[in-house]
């Protein structure tokens, strides 16, 4: 049995192996495809000489590029054991996968990429070290049809940092496929022959943006005032009401980049045709050092309630209230914040009109931020590798929302990254044409403070579902006590271009 899903939870894995084209056929009157996918979580304790060991739970996306070769991405952040939330790492790797007999099976992997955190802000540089990092892995597994689990013998070594460490590895492997169609077809509507089957198997989907506000009860970090951040989630329904979502947020004030993952379970109650209240629990890791805001080893708990506004059929602007605690330390956290919601959802009986396609742009790039000038003091460059997802409005005008981590350290300190959303323009692109140029302005946080970041390029489109981008930028920022942070930068991508049905 496979988990149907029409949007992954995060498109990092989908593009990384976006050139597999893992699908299945489609008849001649039908653009729906289907792709097969992976999603594995992993645990693991890691060993850190004359202190406390640090433990990873990772969350990773894979998609094959061969019969038994995957390419993904994901993300790591401890839980229970050490004093160190706020810790986090992103990665890129290759995951091998080769059958040996019946169900057992072997793996092979490895992962680069960058991130990092510890007790205290001195501490990450003993800790994490530059930030970037490297890890393999290899193991055997037994198959169980839905899903998989098994152990493997991982290294996982931080350069220049305390984390040089052999240790297990448990893992669960759950496959999952989803539906996409041309991403030409954008704000077209579907043909009877999708319409058909995506009614019969798409579920409704929630892309969330909210800005999220932590207000502090006794904190015992150095850090005393409000938190606020951008989160951005998803979910998926698996019942007509109920369903699992994940969630990144981010610090832009208080704490810029303080951060946080989480997963969970919700539940929606249709209270009249234009509101919705909803009800969710999330579990998941973050904080940004316990010396100034003590989510001790990262374990964090957030049931949250929100009351949500139809603008139209596919937008809701709602408020939410919550309680934000961290178990196994003291930080305890009393939440409320403003959130806009695209919902994606197929027609059903009963709708009025058709569905349309709605296309995603999602890239994967390098960039380097040089000329980098921080308190009027040339600092070295920045080298970071992130994610940036596209939603088109129409031909010309696209929303971005933007993340990066370094892999190198930034004054002396791992962990440095971006986080970005604006309003972007490209030139027209028709299904002949092979270069798009664009430009996109946005505003977010760094680790500083306050970001704003303009930036153009080029696009080279290979087919209807890959591009290569080029781009140059702007990027200034500003912390709280006026202190200025600027730079150029240089990025280079791989773009994933698909769309999905929605009303």
């Known amino acids: 049995m496979t988990l149907r899903l029409p949007v992954p939870l995060v498109a990092l894995g989908l593009l990384a192996g976006a050139c597999a084209h893992a699908q299945d056929s489609a008849s001649p009157d039908a653009s729906l495809r289907r792709h097969d996918a992976l999603i594995t979580l992993d645990y693991q304790k890691i060993k850190v000489p004359g202190d406390a060991p640090i433990d990873f ?3 990773h996306l894979y998609h094959p590029v061969g019969e038994r070769l995957h390419l993904g991405a994901g993300v790591y952040a401890p839980l229970v054991h050490g004093g160190y939330g706020g ?15 019946g169900p057992l099976f072997a793996t092979a992997g490895l992962s680069a990429g960058g991130g990092g955190g510890g007790r205290s802000i001195a501490q990450s540089k003993v800790l994490s070290g530059t930030g970037g990092f490297v890890k393999g892995h290899v193991g055997l597994g037994w198959d169980f049809g839905s899903f998989a689990v098994g152990v493997n013998a991982a290294k996982v070594k ?8 052999t240790q297990a590895n448990l893992f669960v492997e759950i496959p999952y496929s989803y539906l996409t169609g041309p991403f030409a077809s954008q704000g077209q509507p579907l043909g009877p022959a999708d319409e058909r089957r995506a009614a019969a198997e798409v579920g409704e989907n929630m892309l969330t943006v909210t800005l999220d506000n932590y207000r502090q009860s006794s904190p015992q970090g150095n850090f005393k005032g409000t938190l606020r951040l951008a989160d951005l989630q998803y979910a998926h329904f698996f019942a007509p009401d109920t369903y699992w979502f994940g969630a990144i947020g981010v610090g832009y004030r208080g704490l810029p980049i303080y951060n946080q993952v989480l997963g969970g379970v919700g539940q929606r109650w249709r209270v009249a045709p234009s509101w919705a209240l909803y009800g969710q629990l999330g579990l998941g890791s973050g904080g940004y050092s316990p010396e100034q805001i003590d989510t001790g080893p990262g374990l964090l708990v957030y049931p949250k309630l929100s009351a949500e506004y139809a603008l139209s059929r596919t ?13 196994k330390a003291s930080s305890r956290n009393t939440t409320y914040g403003l959130a806009l919601t695209h919902h994606l959802r197929p027609s059903r009986a009963g709708d009025e009109g058709p ?3 709605q296309g995603f742009r999602v890239s994967l790039f ?10 009027d003091i040339a600092r070295p460059p920045l080298q970071m590798i992130g994610i940036q997802v596209d939603t088109p409005l129409n031909e010309r005008w696209y929303v971005p929302v933007q993340a990066a981590v370094a892999y190198n350290a930034y004054l002396g300190y791992p962990g440095y990254g971006e986080l970005l959303t604006g309003l972007g323009l490209q030139s027209r692109a028709a299904a002949s044409d092979r270069w798009q140029w664009f430009g996109q302005a946005m505003v977010g946080a760094n680790v500083h403070g306050t970001a704003a970041k303009a930036s153009g390029g080029v696009r080279y489109i290979l087919d209807d579902q890959l591009s290569l981008s080029l781009n140059l930028g702007r990027l200034e920022a500003r912390s709280s006590a006026g202190r200025r942070f600027s730079a150029d930068t240089v990025g280079l991508g791989v773009d994933y271009r698909f769309s999905t049905p929605t009303r």
Request: no cysteine.
């Open 57 to 59: 739970m990772g969350f």
């Open 87 to 101: 810790f986090m790492a992103f990665d890129l790797g290759a995951y091998l996968r080769q059958p040996i007999s």
């Open 158 to 165: 931080f350069r220049s940092s305390a984390i040089d460490s």
């Open 315 to 327: 937008l809701g602007l709602s408020l939410s209230v919550g309680h934000m605690s961290a178990p």
């Open 355 to 357: 569905s349309h396609w």
């Open 366 to 375: 390098h960039q380097t931020d040089f000329k980098l000038v921080y308190r």
